[in-house]
């Protein structure tokens, strides 16, 4: 068959009219399975990994994460997500995640399950402790008024406002050793 512009327009013709019908069907029969995300809600966050602050989309059904995916609308990552982002499913979702409070006694070798109210007397008093005994008012003739004994370092799954109110609370303390790193 020679090649003439009308044998090429109704080639091209036809190729587009087959990709285009070819795509058409192909994409009805995947909206025809099943949809694993019926019944779901869906809420918008942020990753906690690093300092980007990429977007993110969450469902859930009866109060359990089903799935978390990139946010398209989101103006940092439109969508897309890092290899940590991707597998963040998994952090929510684990057969290993704690979701009770355990502690070990000093000196002891195993766990026992506490009570968030006894974790929290517990942290409490041992950050009270240790503040007043390496509280430092002076050095020399100026007053410093820190402690020694406590460090802060803040990591990327805190946001901005919660960063704000960890170094209010950790200066409040007399902290000195604050630091943040955003990569970690």
């Keep these: ?3 003439t512009r009308r044998n090429f327009l109704k080639l091209s013709g036809a190729t587009a009219a087959g990709s285009f019908l070819g795509g058409a069907s192909f994409m009805t029969g995947c909206s025809a399975g099943v949809d694993k995300l019926k ?14 602050g990429c977007g993110l989309i969450v ?17 940092i990552n439109q969508g897309s997500l890092c290899s940590k982002g991707a597998a963040l499913y998994q952090v929510g979702v684990n057969a290993r995640r704690l979701d009770k409070v355990q502690y070990r006694r000093p000196g002891g070798i195993e766990w026992e399950e506490i009570t968030w109210d006894e974790a929290v007397k517990k942290i409490a008093r ?3 402790d240790t503040r007043d005994a390496t509280f430092q008012e002076k050095e020399g003739d100026v007053t410093v008024n820190r402690t020694n004994g406590i460090a802060s370092f803040g990591g990327a ?17 007399g902290v000195s050793y604050l630091e943040h790193q955003a990569r970690i």
């Design 1 to 3: 068959m020679p090649v």
């Design 39 to 52: 019944g779901a809600s869906e809420s918008t966050t942020i990753c906690p990994y690093c300092g980007v």
């Design 59 to 75: 469902s859930t059904r009866n109060g359990k994460i089903v799935n978390i995916e990139g946010d398209p609308d989101h103006p």
């Design 126 to 128: 041992r950050v009270k």
């Design 157 to 173: 799954a805190l946001d901005n406002e919660e960063c704000y109110a960890l170094s209010k609370f950790q200066r409040i303390l």
